[in-house]
């Protein structure tokens, strides 16, 4: 179950006339596991996904009793910073053992340095399509979590055309990949996901709040080109125009084969339309500490089900687990889980006394997938308080 070192060869070309810094091509990282073992090829594409957006530095607040009152001073009994934005979704597919390339704009300062490090040395992820942007800084997210919610504060300006470009896919540089998860916004077309899908690659959309209140599918053009769509419950029925998330799934299979819809405390509902297959597994009970990126790492977590070729409950239950586990650590990007967590998690919970037979049947699936013995895990890094220590003279 331990993937290949197999090299990804060499990067691509970028146009020379790109004021931007692009990444260097580096060895693959290996995983503890690698799920798509069995149908790996030597015809296989170089990278299990591809993902394009902006990298942010998140910094996390926790333990707060209250919402923060004006005029008043609040002090948070935990602190974490890690990368944040879409360095959310990559290292929650990079820790699955899936081989993670990212388009993305860093900011020309120290915090884009420490995330490039962090994603590229401490995780595993391609960053050859990346580049850092020359004067430009970093966005910054702070989310503060109580009450099992968090409420955010970000700060960036308008990216310049080097950021877009980079965000948007950079066409000439897309390497070739199994699958790609796109973030789908109202209104707007992007190149790099219809040509992606022309070529093969299978499009796992994502959408966020629509601002602009319409709540139209028609303005998510790209949806035609995925196989699958995961919103949240809320999001669905008001694409939708349903008043319940399970009718709103099978409302959704009319615009995309497969439909996600995650139902929070409740757990998560889907329905495939090429099969007729519909699924719903409850959530798992954590106490959380902070739910910072927990539904990029359900997203994560359904992907690499899907790609491994897995029953469609054993994928919600999958990715329900890997979402639990990722709220109980700070932060959005460190906070995913690896196998070495999942293994642990599925040791413990079957030593558990009264636990109902039924429910660990649920995940049973795990026995020939986590690690047979305890190891260490690969490179693997928490949110901390500041982004780099003094190093001892």
Known sequence: MTASNTSAGAGPEYPED????????????????DPLARLRSADDPPWDVYLTGTVFLDIIFTGLDSAPVRGTESWARGMGSSPGGVANMATALARLGLRTSLAAAFGDDHYGDYCWDALEQG??????PS??????????????????????????HEPPPEAVFL???????????RAAVASLTPGRRS??????????????????????GAWDLAGLSDLEH??????????????????????????????????????????????????GESAEVPAIAVEALD????????????????????????????????????????????????????????????????????????????EDLVPEASVEPWPRRRAVPTIGFRRPA
């Open 18 to 33: 790109r004021e931007y810094i692009v990444g260097a091509p580096h060895a693959h990282v290996a995983p503890q596991v």
């Open 123 to 128: 995780e595993g992820i391609d960053l050859s």
């Open 131 to 156: 580049g850092t942007v020359p004067g430009w800084h970093s966005p910054v997210t702070v989310s503060m979590a109580y009450e099992g919610e968090r409420t955010m504060v970000s700060h960036g």
């Open 167 to 177: 965000q948007e896919g950079v066409p000439e540089c897309r390497p070739r990949a």
């Open 191 to 212: 190149s790099w996901i219809a040509q992606a899908a022309s070529e093969g690659t299978r499009i796992f959309g994502d959408v966020g709040w629509d601002d602009t």
């Open 226 to 275: 995925c196989e699958a769509f995961l919103p949240n419950a809320e999001e669905a029925m008001r694409y939708t125009g349903t008043d319940c998330p399970r009718a709103a799934a099978h409302a959704l299979t009319a615009f995309v084969p497969l439909a996600v819809v995650t139902l929070g405390s409740e757990g998560a509902y889907a329905v495939d339309r090429r099969t």
């Open 291 to 366: 739910p910072t990126g927990a539904g990029d790492v359900f997203v994560a977590g359904f992907v690499t089900g899907t790609l491994a070729g897995w029953p469609l409950a054993d994928r919600l239950a999958f990715a329900g687990l890997t979402a639990a586990l990722s709220v109980q650590e700070f932060g959005g990007s460190l906070s995913a889980p690896g196998w070495s967590e999942i293994a642990a998690w599925w040791r413990r919970v079957q030593s558990v006394q009264g636990q109902d037979p039924a429910a660990l049947r649920r995940y049973a699936f795990l």
